[in-house]
Nanobody, 118 residues
Framework: QVRLEESGGGLAQPGGSLRLSCAAS????????MGWYRQGPRNERDLVALSLSNSTTNYADSVKGRFTISRDNAKNTVVLQMNSLEPDDTGIYLC????????????WGRGTQVTVSS
C-alpha cells in the first residue's frame, strides 16, 4: 500500500507560478513512475507531467516549456513547478504513483485545486 500526500496549489493570476509537491510513503517499489494528472469536468484524468525513477520525464504538449517536474528518489517525492500559468491550467491536480512492472500497483492522491484567474 502506498499513501500520497499532496501540498501546494491555490490561486494564481495568469502569468504567475505555483508549486505542487507530493510525497509517497508505504511500500515503495522501484523502478516506479510518479506524476501529476489534471481532472476534468467529467472526471477524466489527463496527464500533465510524469517522471520515471531514472528522471526521464514526459509532459503534456500544453505545458511544455512552462512546467517542470522533478523528483527525489531518496525521499520519494515529486515536485511540479508551474510557471507562466494560464486560465486553462485550472483544475484539480492529482498525484499518481505506479509500478508498471507490478499488477495492481497504482495509487492516486486526493487532489489539490489549482485556480488561475485574474
Amino acid at each position: 500500500q502506498v499513501r500520497l500526500e499532496e501540498s501546494g496549489g491555490g490561486l494564481a493570476q495568469p502569468g504567475g507560478s505555483l508549486r505542487l509537491s507530493c510525497a509517497a510513503s508505504g511500500t515503495i517499489y522501484s523502478p516506479n513512475v510518479m506524476g501529476w494528472y489534471r481532472q476534468g469536468p467529467r472526471n477524466e484524468r489527463d496527464l500533465v507531467a510524469l517522471s520515471l525513477s531514472n528522471s526521464t520525464t514526459n509532459y503534456a504538449d500544453s505545458v511544455k516549456g512552462r512546467f517542470t517536474i522533478s523528483r527525489d528518489n531518496a525521499k520519494n517525492t515529486v515536485v511540479l513547478q508551474m510557471n507562466s500559468l494560464e486560465p486553462d491550467d485550472t483544475g484539480i491536480y492529482l498525484c499518481n504513483f505506479k509500478v508498471p512492472w507490478l499488477p495492481r500497483n497504482e495509487y492516486w492522491g486526493r487532489g489539490t485545486q489549482v485556480t488561475v484567474s485574474s
